[in-house]
T-cell receptor, first 111, second 111 residues
Framework: EDKVVQSPLSLVVHEGDTVTLNCSYEVTNFRSLLWYKQEKKAPTFLFMLTSSGIEKKSGRLSSILDKKELFSILNITATQTGDSAVYLC???????????FGTGTRLKVLA | NAGVTQTPKFRILKIGQSMTLQCTQD?????MYWYRQDPGMGLKLIYY???????DKGEVPNGYNVSRSTTEDFPLRLELAAPSQTSVYFC??????????FGPGTRLTVL
């Protein structure tokens, strides 16, 4: 059965800290991995990764995929209270059109 | 572009009642999805559609029905509501394997 596991489940840090969120997957016919940020509403898109070793970056957020070891990390540097959210990881597989979501990592950034 | 819109935003149902959650997108996406999200959990796929007239079950389809008569609309029908269907429901749309765009969600309580 296809599955996506995120760790840690929750994390509390102070402003200015750097955090690393993990997403590992076991799926058949991997196609892409996506990261979303969810505050108290709908998820919003952060990154989509399809190739190993190529970092995607947006401001203080960056992400990379390792297709050999079957995981991705999301890094947030110089965290701010506005980064507090649940971060979701999803994987797509060829031929099914479904997105398999992990349960998310709940990040809380303290001022 | 309005993106993905959902109605209603909130609803309280009594056990055994039925209702339809509406979802509309204006991005000409062929792919549309319904998810439910229980407190502290990730997104679970209820049904999805790859085009008008084509729907398929996700992980948790029991107690729900869908139809897709147009590219834009993908309503979700709850028959005989049960307390276990208390959740937040998100509709999403996308091009294949790409970023999903989410609606604002419907918070449903069944008492």
């Amino acid at each position: 059965e296809d599955k996506v596991v995120q760790s840690p489940l929750s994390l509390v840090v102070h402003e200015g800290d750097t955090v690393t969120l993990n997403c590992s997957y076991e799926v058949t016919n991997f196609r892409s991995l996506l990261w979303y940020k969810q505050e108290k509403k709908a998820p919003t898109f952060l990154f989509m990764l399809t190739s190993s070793g190529i970092e995607k970056k947006s401001g203080r957020l960056s992400s990379i995929l390792d297709k050999k070891e079957l995981f991705s990390i999301l890094n947030i540097t110089a965290t701010q209270t506005g980064d507090s959210a649940v971060y979701l990881c999803a994987v797509t597989t060829s031929g099914t059109y479904k997105y398999i979501f992990g349960t998310g990592t709940r990040l809380k950034v303290l001022a | 572009n309005a993106g993905v819109t959902q109605t209603p935003k909130f609803r309280i149902l009594k056990i055994g009642q039925s209702m339809t959650l509406q979802c509309t997108q204006d991005m000409n996406h062929n792919y549309m999805y319904w998810y439910r999200q229980d407190p502290g959990m990730g997104l679970k796929l209820i049904y999805y559609s790859v085009g008008a007239g084509i729907t398929d079950k996700g992980e948790v389809p029991n107690g729900y029905n869908v139809s897709r008569s147009t590219t834009e609309d993908f309503p979700l029908r709850l028959e005989l509501a049960a307390p276990s269907q208390t959740s937040v429901y998100f509709c999403a749309s996308s091009f294949p394997y790409n970023e999903q765009f989410f609606g604002p969600g419907t918070r449903l309580t069944v008492l």
